[in-house]
């Protein structure tokens, strides 16, 4: 496994293409995103995030978050999303 | 507004009326939280505020606007959570964000420049705040196991009361809700806070990422909601963001509806979770399945207590009072209208005086009730235009906070009868010389800190800010705990400046008085604040084109108080119509004191040029009401002649010689064109009941007008009242 990609602490509009570009470089492989620094999570950049998870699963890869703070655990869990099932995306034919 | 037939103009227009309530509550919430208030409505009403303007500048798209007001809510958002506790620095730091949304909503109103480093900056100030807060999560160990939800908020609450109701919400957001600073994590989190919640997101829709759009919403909720709730006050939550997304709200009876019933169902129907597993560690969710989480206990909780609180606060704003906005043009129609109406009335009165109809005449009587009506209808249309002059004062606390910081004193404003109505044209026109006032204060009133510490007096200044009604007009003060005007000094100043000869005589209430004359300034050195050349005389000139007074009272030691008196309206006056050489002219009534004829030796000569005449045992200077506006140059002060005894707001008298009283009456004020030249002594025109025009006089400028012409004969008649 390369490094991981530590996500911005700001992940709202404006951030969902950079954060798109970014993913996309690293669907060949199994990804640690480092969630440390994120403050906030926005719908859109958690959609990227979940259907990059869903790529990689498609591909046979995993995806796996780390760090995420009580704050972002929150944000999540508001949307419906735990770390977990968000790191598996969804079911893909 | 420019164009009154274009429909979105108008709901602009009316978008910017509403910031500007929004912003007072803003205002007064910031200011109830800084008092230390512990109330969790109070969060809620300062939060709303922002989340509503916000809302209503994306619908307009008003970028800069809705990109400030969103972060500036983030930040408010964590204090209304219970994550972030203000302090003091973070409380005047709200409170510039609040100075610097007015800004940003009066600059996107008026389409100038937007004040953006400011925002800029303290943006990167918000954040920061919310920065120190991630900081401390950071430091949470790399597996989030230990997150302190454990989460008891287990299935047993399913036996609460019958009377809750099973609602299924299914929530598509579209593109534009994002462009409008909206996310679906707060609608959500409302939602949930509404009652018990499951929250399944439908990914159904979801490409694979390098099919996938980032700014394209293809997620949806179903969040199925157990809640005492109902559907409008569920809408409610959407209010902001109706027509930004669709909305399904289904069920609302006991009986649970199937969840799926609205939502299209996803191809992976996700099942649920139960609550605590979606907390649980990481080993606890069931591989395979979609996701679903529930909202942790504690945030429930504490955003049940909120919605409550938010339920009471609108209730109680829906109650308050049902207003119509009124576009003021209309307004000024209106009162234009009944101003014709009262000149119209005052000529029928007169026509049927002059065809000698008996007082007793039924005509007569319907005449006088006709007036009373006419009066009565007066008195509604300008108390349509009559506003509390609270936003004024949440202005002026605005400025002191400004001016202070800008001279590192310490101050505190603090306002009375916020709540005291005046003519929406007077509050307008408080403004400048209401600020100039503050400054003042700040800046000349309230010493520094270390000589407020040396006499014994708290470390922080007090600025107190009052209004008031008293008989029949608006009183407003303008009151320091400083250390009180220096009259040594004040009085040096003026000689130096050539302003007073350096031998006269003053009283205290004269040398106070000076700081009016024009060209007067005490600051030794010029401050950021004041000493700009523009001193209390345009103060007092604007005061006095109000039609108001200003005064000074001042104590060594304890501070000073500037009142100003302000007519309650512009638009009518009881005044007193007399006749001077030939001319009809109309004194405000409420200066003239009583009417005399002149005695044999009522009159007495101080000098060629200066009389006095004696009233009461004391003197009062006289003047001739022709001569001073110059329809006549010899005096006419002889015996049996009519004077009018008039006092000034600032307790000077005068005796003004005239040739007859007409009448006594309620005169429309019609302004004089701008274009005219302003005569002095000559504060506006009115229109008569005979279609004559009249002008209404400023007796307080004729009599400083005297006083600048002859200022020490001024200066003595003046003190020789005092001394009565």
């Keep these: 496994m390369t490094a991981p990609l530590v996500l911005p602490p700001k992940l709202d509009l404006p951030a969902a293409g950079p954060l798109a570009e970014a993913l996309r470089a690293r669907l060949d492989g199994d990804l640690e995103v480092d969630a440390g620094e994120v403050t906030h999570l926005g719908a859109l950049c958690l959609q990227v995030l979940l259907s990059a998870a869903t790529s990689l699963r498609a591909g046979g890869h995993a995806m796996t978050i780390r760090h995420a703070s009580d704050r972002l655990l929150e944000q999540m869990s508001q949307m419906g999303f735990t770390p977990e099932t968000l790191a598996e995306g969804r079911e893909w034919a | ?724």
């Excluded at chain 2, 462009?179 to 499951?198: C, D, I, S, V």
């Design chain 2, 1 to 724: 507004m420019s164009d009154q037939n274009d429909p979105m103009a108008e709901i602009r227009a009316s978008f910017f009326i509403e910031c500007e309530e929004l912003l007072e509550a803003l205002q007064d919430g910031l200011q109830e939280l800084d008092d230390g208030s512990e109330d969790p409505e109070t969060i809620n009403v300062v939060f709303r505020a922002v989340h509503s303007i916000k809302g209503g500048a994306g619908a307009f798209g008003l970028e800069t606007l809705v990109r400030f007001a969103h972060r500036y809510e983030t930040v408010l958002d964590e204090v209304r959570n219970g994550s972030l506790h203000p302090d003091s620095e973070a409380m005047k730091l709200f409170f510039l964000a609040a100075d610097q949304l007015s800004d940003l909503v009066r600059a996107s109103r008026d389409d100038t420049p937007l004040p953006e480093e400011t925002s800029e900056e303290l943006l990167g100030r918000l954040d920061a705040l919310l920065g120190d807060e991630g900081g401390s999560e950071e430091v949470e160990p790399a597996d989030f196991t230990p997150m302190g939800l454990s989460l008891s908020l287990d299935l047993p609450d399913l036996d609460a009361g019958p009377a809750l109701n099973r609602i299924t919400v299914r929530f598509k957001p579209e593109q534009e809700l994002f462009a409008t600073g909206n996310e679906p994590q707060m609608l959500l989190r409302n939602l949930a806070a509404l009652g018990e919640a499951k929250i399944r997101c439908d990914m159904s829709d979801l490409p694979l990422l390098p099919d996938l759009a980032p700014e394209t919403p293809y997620l949806q909720w179903i969040v199925e909601l157990e809640t005492e709730a109902s559907e409008p006050e569920i809408r409610d939550i959407f209010e902001f963001v109706d027509g930004l997304c669709e909305i399904e709200i289904s069920g609302g009876e006991e009986d649970s509806a199937p969840l799926a019933e609205s939502a299209p169902p996803p191809p992976a129907p996700p099942p649920e979770v139960p609550k605590p597993a979606a907390v649980s560690p990481p080993v606890a969710a069931p591989t395979g399945s979609a996701p679903v989480a529930s909202p942790p206990a504690a945030p429930a909780a504490a955003a049940v207590a909120d919605k409550d609180g938010e339920g009471d606060g609108r209730k109680g704003a829906t109650a308050a009072k049902s207003v119509v906005r009124v576009d003021l043009e209309r307004i000024e129609r209106l009162v234009n209208l009944v101003g014709e109406l009262v000149i119209n009335q005052a000529m029928l009165s007169q026509s049927l005086d002059e065809a000698g109809l008996s007082p007793h005449s039924d005509a007569m009587n319907g005449l006088e009730e006709f007036q009373r009506l006419t009066r009565d209808i007066q008195d509604s249309v300008m108390m349509i235009r009559a506003q509390p002059v609270k936003s004024l004062f949440q202005r002026m606390s605005r400025i002191v906070r400004e001016s202070s910081a800008a001279v590192e004193k310490d101050v505190r404003l603090v306002t009375e009868g916020e709540a005291t109505e005046v003519d929406k044209t007077v509050i307008e026109r408080l403004s400048d010389p209401l600020t100039h006032m503050i400054r003042n204060a700040v800046d000349h009133g309230l010493e520094t800190a270390e000589k407020r510490l040396a006499a014994g007096k708290s470390k922080a200044g007090t600025v107190t800010l009052t209004a008031a009604h008293r008989s029949g007009r608006v009183i407003i003060e303008v009151a320091d705990d400083g250390a009180g005007i220096n009259r040594p000094r004040v009085q040096e100043i003026a000689v130096n400046k050539g302003l007073i000869s350096p031998d006269v005589q003053l009283s205290d209430s004269e040398i106070d008085n000076l700081l009016f004359l024009p060209g007067f300034s005490t600051a030794s050195k010029v401050s950021n604040l004041s000493g700009r050349g523009v001193g209390m005389d345009v103060v007092k000139t604007a005061i006095q084109s109000l039609g108001g007074r200003i005064s000074i009272n001042s104590e060594p030691g304890k501070g000073t108080t500037f009142s100003i008196s302000l007519p309650l309206t512009l638009a009518v006056l009881d005044g007193m119509v007399v006749n001077v050489a030939g001319e009809t002219l109309v004194l405000p009534l409420n200066v003239v004191v009583e009417t005399l004829s002149l005695g044999p030796d009522d009159v007495q000569m101080l000098r060629p040029g200066a009389y006095v005449v004696r009233v009461r045992g004391g003197f009062v200077p006289l003047y001739d009401l022709g001569v001073m506006l110059g329809y006549r140059s010899s005096r006419k002060t002889g015996e049996g002649s009519i004077v009018l005894l008039i006092s000034l707001e600032d307790g000077s008298r005068a005796a003004l010689v005239i040739d007859g009283i007409q009448d006594q009456r309620q005169v429309v004020i019609k302004g004089l064109d701008d274009s005219f030249y302003r005569a002095p002594g000559i504060a506006a025109a009115t229109i008569l009941g005979d279609g004559q025009i009249a002008l209404i006089l400023d007796p307080a400028d004729i009599i400083a007008g005297m006083g600048h012409i002859r200022g020490s004969d001024f200066m003595f008649s003046e003190r020789m009242t005092a001394n009565e």
